[in-house]
């Protein structure tokens, strides 16, 4: 079957019942995404299937035939995984990360409230981030970091000369 992940086609073979999160790591080698509860709760594993938030740690991946994936790795619309984003650079200007664990989670997360409320209030912010859980307890940060990217601090410099973002620091 094909995927569409990070805008690109690719080819899989999933076993039966297989995992999105599975096929992400053991066929595309695209590790971003971690493995935490396995169980839908911590949002470790969290991706974008056709823009919605989605665990997938539990979403099998015959089931995501023709969508578009979204991985942490296609954040900043590099192949090569060397530019960052302007979200992922407030999280680390922020030090919005101990372990990192629940990181790429938090980060796509991010992308799709901003996308969604590109000025969000620190209760859109918390409530948008529900979903994924930080044993490191790392949320004032995060928030700080979120709060930042929709100031719009890390837009100048976020790419390469010529190219953009936009208030969720996604690199355009
Ligand atoms: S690993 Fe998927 S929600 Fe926890
Ligand atoms: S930074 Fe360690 S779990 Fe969030």
Same mark, same amino acid.
């Given at each position: 079957m094909r995927l569409r992940v990070n805008n690109r086609d690719t080819d899989v073979r999933p076993g039966a019942g297989e995992r999105l999160l599975a096929t992400l790591h053991d $066929?595309?080698?695209? *590790? @971003?995404a971690k493995f935490g509860c396995? $169980? #839908? !709760?911590? @949002?470790?594993c969290t991706v974008l299937v056709d823009g919605r938030l989605t +665990?997938? &740690?539990? *979403?099998?991946?015959?089931?995501? !035939? #023709?969508v578009q994936i979204t991985t942490v790795e296609g954040l900043a619309g590099d192949?090569? @995984? !060397?530019k960052l984003a302007p979200l992922q650079r407030a999280f680390v200007a922020y030090d919005a990360? $101990? &372990? @990192? +664990? &629940?990181t790429p989670g938090q980060l796509i997360s991010a992308l799709h409230l901003l996308d969604r409320r590109?000025?969000?209030t620190e209760a859109e912010i918390r409530e948008g981030m529900s979903g994924n859980l930080c044993r490191c307890g790392t949320y004032p940060k995060i928030i700080a970091a979120i709060q930042a990217t929709a100031r719009g601090e890390?837009?100048?410099?976020? *790419?390469?000369?010529g190219s953009t973002s936009d208030a969720s620091g996604r690199a355009s």
């Open positions: $066929q595309l080698h695209l *590790t @971003g396995g $169980q #839908g !709760e911590c @949002g470790a +665990y997938a &740690c539990i *979403t099998l991946t015959e089931a995501c !035939e #023709g192949p090569s @995984g !060397e990360a $101990q &372990c @990192g +664990y &629940c590109p000025d969000p890390f837009r100048e410099v976020a *790419t390469d000369a």
